[in-house]
């Protein structure tokens, strides 16, 4: 499940996004959000979104995790076996995929000199982390499912909330990028293409959990792929 970067419509998707009402989250999902909110104001700023990239990778970790430890038991199971490494495998790409969101994030802020307190650059994303990583340890020990359903949640806010902070930013339209790390998955002409490009990356996410989940007929699919269907 290589991730292939489509020569998709970036803007088009864009406005796909923004018309698709998000999910209908769970009471699990909004109370996550409304931590966020409350540590960081409703509007969706660098700083928070660079917090929600640094945790977006503990849930595949916990997953991969998961799967291996599985593995020591049911490996004479060839089902088993093949649905564990699909998860591990899906988890990694994923997990590079957000790391790279992470870097790209960060060069931005650099770029704007944007600084943080100290508060927020040292102690937040380590107690946050810490937090989530038993979190997502013991769902994806208790109901994995519902592990994958959450991570569908997050990743359907996480492209609404990118579409909507470019189109809320028009100035990134023609803001060109100097950053090696977002050129690397590119051409990009501008940031706008940068973020509209993490959100669809969002959406693939989402996507393959909701495959996980069982729940294909939910898969957002692109512009391009309705055509041809
Ligand atoms: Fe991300
Ligand atoms: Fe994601």
């Known amino acids: 499940m ?17 018309k698709r009402p998000p999910m209908k989250y769970t009471s699990l999902a909004r109370a996550l959000f409304k931590a966020m909110d409350l540590a960081y104001g409703p509007a969706t700023i660098l700083p928070k979104v660079r917090l929600l990239e640094i945790l977006a990778r503990i849930p595949y970790q916990a ?18 076996v093949e649905r564990a490494t699909r998860i591990v495998h899906w988890g990694r790409e994923a997990q590079d995929n957000e790391f790279w969101h992470l870097l790209v994030i960060e060069d931005k802020m650099r770029a704007d000199g944007m600084r943080e307190s100290w508060f927020r650059e040292s102690v937040m994303p380590r107690a946050a982390c810490f937090k989530y990583v038993w979190f997502s340890r013991l769902l994806a020990r208790l109901d994995i499912r519902r592990a994958f359903y959450l991570n569908a949640e997050f990743e359907d806010h996480a492209e609404h909330t ?18 090696a790390e977002a050129q690397r998955m590119g051409p990009f002409e501008s940031w706008a293409d940068v973020f509209r490009r993490i959100a669809l990356d969002e959406r693939d996410h989402m996507n393959n959990s909701l495959r ?6 939910r898969i957002v699919p692109y512009l391009h792929e309705k055509k041809v269907g």
């Not at 290589?2 to 923004?18: D, F, G, N, T, W």
């Not at 189109?167 to 023609?174: A, K, R």
Request: net charge negative.
């Open 63 to 80: 997953w991969e995790t998961r799967q291996y430890a599985l593995l020591s038991t049911r490996f004479k199971n060839p089902e088993d």
């Open 2 to 18: 290589l991730r292939v970067i489509e020569p998709v419509e970036l803007k088009a998707e864009q406005e796909a996004s923004l």
């Open 212 to 217: 996980f989940c069982g729940m294909e007929d």
């Open 162 to 179: 990118y579409m909507k902070f470019v189109q809320d930013h028009p100035e990134l339209e023609t803001m060109k990028v100097e950053s």
